[in-house]
């Protein structure tokens, strides 16, 4: 049987292996934080740091493979951000995993529809939409 993979999901719908090899190869990224941190840099310079390296990385194409996501591998990545703020790389009161995502999708959704050279915001009235969907009309 052939196997493939697209943005992490599997032809078998499953992600977890991209889940499971994004957060091993970002965690790596925790050493280099630890050496920085041993040379006295900030605490708020290593929430940027992080934020901006790993964390962007472990949430790349995260709308894609979102909703495929089993319980078992959004907990992993519960725990890998709650293990970066145990490790004061992420700070407590930065958005959780869901926020962060909805936050993505938010601004992916917003990006398409308000585009006015997309295709996709072209041929689809997304207002008019939504309103049908939401009021079932």
């Not at 190869?25 to 310079?45: P, T, V």
Request: hydrophobic residues 45%; charged residues 15%.
């Amino acid at each position: 049987m052939i196997t493939f993979t697209i943005l992490g999901i599997t032809n078998h719908l499953s992600i977890g292996g991209h889940v499971i090899g994004v957060i091993t190869r970002y965690a790596q990224s925790f050493h280099a934080l630890k050496i920085l941190c041993s040379y006295g840099m900030s605490n708020n310079a290593l929430d940027v740091f992080n934020k901006a390296v790993v964390i962007a990385k472990v949430l790349y194409a995260i709308p894609t493979w979102w909703l495929f996501a089993a319980a078992s591998d959004r907990e992993k990545l519960y725990a890998f951000i709650r293990h970066g703020i145990h490790l004061t790389f992420y700070c407590h009161d930065n958005p959780t995993v869901v926020e962060l995502v909805e936050e993505l999708d938010e601004t992916l959704f917003t990006a398409v529809t308000q585009n006015s050279f997309s295709v996709l915001s072209q041929e689809i009235d997304w207002e008019e939409r939504l309103r049908n969907e939401l009021f079932c009309v």
